[in-house]
């Protein structure tokens, strides 16, 4: 990055005036111990909000180019004379390295920024580690989610948040203030203790993906081997056709749809079953089974890995007709109509049933990606409760309807033609059919008045069997207490 970009102000001046609980920037120096590129990047962010920087090198002239000329880089003796809040941007295994500092270092703040390779790679965190080497010291951990790239670019969109924890109040609450002038959001997670936990959440790959990941996996796995017996064993069993050519795209492109119809399905399935556990047991209090709970918090993945599954399948179906199979295919039904002297194959029922399974599809693609464009958070968060709730309920629903549409249409009448069973076995797409029919029944049965009025109530806090206080008219007038059950 050159110098004039580095000079450059990353984000536009925020008017701190009128919140007494920010300090001013400019009144402010803040030091940064290291000079590799999170500390570069966090000194150019730093000069950028307004910040006075000193940067505390072992060879400051060699790296005094790196930096924003705005930023002092001098020795790190000297930096730490000059500022009372230190980002210390070095790897755990240079911590040692400081110790030589340890009596101008009494009563500073010391920001731990370092993050490990390993999850619980050592019994304690590097911030507790840090603290023990400078007990005179207050350590706070934070910023050590946040990554080199989001310092130099800006919280412009998206979760931008900072974790922070210490066990000295007032130096979080001072580093809180320094992240908030940033741009970014500052989350106070308690004492010292939490900073193991905030320094393994870089390290995580994907902790809500995994269970949507394995089960999107086992879905293809079980279609992919179905759509393979029926496909490519079935004809080489009984026609000794070799049929292994339509592995890579026309099984793959089998299974794909199947796989993201029967996903959708399951971002709705455990709100019916909540509901219907809800009604069974007349309350809203009582906790779910924690195999429907973690199954309701993963509907977002869920829904993700569908869209995803929808989005190849339309990709492979654009495909189809590029194969040279497909082109041979043509060539050799166009040989034998000649042969045959056909000179009509207009079938106007299979042109209708196309058209509209194509235009349906293509109905439902589009609110699958509305549904997954919306669930991305630096969207979700222009939209209030109920916009957003209409989309992924209401028009996921719709998603899910128009999908069996999609599904129907291209059966059409196969389910009824026994040249479709082959080994016995029934097209796929009438095994896909059975739980997104289910959840459209139970949706349907939900949405009579009966079922709903009390479904409704029980979600505003009514519970079956509950005793409540009334007051009744006595013969004389006067009036009398009882009780009697909230469920007559």
Aim: hydrophobic share 45%.
């Amino acid at each position: 990055m050159s110098g004039g970009d580095m000079a450059k102000p990353l984000l536009g001046h925020r008017s701190m005036e009128g919140d007494p609980s920010v300090t001013p920037a400019a009144s402010r120096t803040v030091g940064v111990l290291g000079s590799g590129d999170f500390a570069r990047s966090l000194a150019i962010r730093l000069v950028c909000s307004g910040f006075k920087v000193v940067v505390g090198s072992r060879n400051p002239k060699r790296k005094a180019g790196l930096f924003p000329a705005a930023a002092e880089v001098t020795f790190q003796a000297e930096a730490v004379k000059k500022t009372d809040v230190i980002f210390v941007a070095v790897f755990r295994e240079h911590y040692s390295t400081l110790c030589d500092l340890a009596d101008v270092l009494v009563g500073k703040i010391l920001v731990d920024v370092s993050n490990n390779t390993e999850i619980n790679h050592h019994k304690e965190s590097n911030a507790e580690y840090l603290a023990s080497l400078f007990p005179a010291c207050a350590v706070v951990k934070g910023f050590n989610v946040v990554s080199a790239w989001t310092l130099q670019s800006g919280a412009r969109d998206g979760n931008k948040q900072v974790l922070i924890c210490s066990n000295n109040q007032e130096a979080k609450r001072t580093v809180a203030e320094i992240a908030q002038v940033m741009g970014f959001t500052p989350v106070d997670m308690g004492c010292m203790s939490a900073a193991c936990e905030i320094e393994n959440i870089p390290l995580r790959l994907l902790p809500a993906w995994k269970i949507p990941i394995f089960l999107a996996l086992g879905l293809f796995l079980c279609f992919f081997t179905y759509n393979l017996i029926r496909q490519v064993i079935h004809p080489y069993i009984r026609e000794q056709k070799n049929k292994l050519y339509k592995i890579p795209i026309e099984v793959v492109n089998t299974t794909l749809p199947c796989v993201a119809y029967v996903m959708l399905s399951l971002v709705y399935l455990p709100g019916v079953l909540a509901a219907c556990l809800q009604l069974y047991y007349g309350t809203k209090y009582r906790r779910f089974p924690d195999w429907l709970d973690q199954w309701l918090q993963h509907r977002k993945q869920i829904g993700l890995l569908s869209f995803f599954c929808a989005a190849l399948h339309a990709v492979y179906s654009l495909c189809l007709p590029m194969r040279r199979s497909h082109r041979y295919q043509l060539i050799e039904t166009a040989v034998k109509q000649a042969v045959e002297k056909k000179m009509n194959i207009w079938v106007e029922e299979e042109v209708w049933r196309m058209e509209i399974y194509l235009s349906v599809g293509i109905i439902a693609l589009g609110l699958l990606s509305l549904l997954a464009i919306t669930s991305l958070p630096s969207i979700a968060n222009s939209l209030n409760w109920r916009e957003f709730s209409f989309i992924q309920s209401t028009l996921g629903f719709i998603a899910l309807v128009i999908s069996t549409l999609h599904t129907l249409t291209y059966g059409w009448s196969r389910a009824f033609d026994e040249n479709q069973y082959k080994f016995y076995l029934p097209p796929t797409y009438t095994l896909t059919l059975l739980v997104p029919c289910t959840v459209i029944l139970a949706k349907v049965i939900f949405s009579l008045p009966c079922i709903q009025q009390r479904l409704l109530r029980i979600r505003r806090g009514w519970e079956k069997g509950r005793y409540v206080k009334f007051i009744l008219p006595s013969a004389t007038g006067e009036y009398s207490s009882g009780e009697t059950s909230s469920n007559v």
